[in-house]
């Protein structure tokens, strides 16, 4: 019987530029990276715990193939220079803080983009 995780971790906060290249560079090789790029007062971003759990348990061996991170976008110190990587991570769609709303913004990476 295949192996199931118990339960999903809380994503892991990308906290600055060095931190999103090292994901990008080596963890991406691996894994698939699952950026949620949220704004702190978006009540559909608390929502997502539950998503995160049934996706966590049901995915066979989900730890070895997916990594969770998140990005608060509406922060004080959001680091521009983070906003551009991501944005261009996003291919052309960008991180628009002003005019996101309170809509999911996820960005997927894998094998270095």
């Known amino acids: 019987m295949a192996s199931r995780n118990r339960g999903a971790p809380i994503p892991t906060p990308i906290e600055s530029l060095e931190q999103y290249q090292e994901l990008l560079e080596n963890t991406s090789q691996t894994r698939l990276i699952i950026i949620d790029c949220y704004l702190e007062w978006c009540g559909p971003t608390l929502a997502m715990s539950t998503f995160w759990d049934k ?56 094998f270095g983009s």
């Open 55 to 110: 996706l966590w348990t049901s995915m066979e061996k989900c730890a070895a193939r997916l990594e969770l991170y998140s990005l608060c976008i509406d922060s004080a110190d959001f680091d521009e220079s983070l906003k551009k990587k991501i944005s261009a991570a996003a291919m052309g769609e960008g991180i628009r803080t002003e005019a996101q709303g309170c809509k999911p913004f996820f960005v997927f990476l894998r």
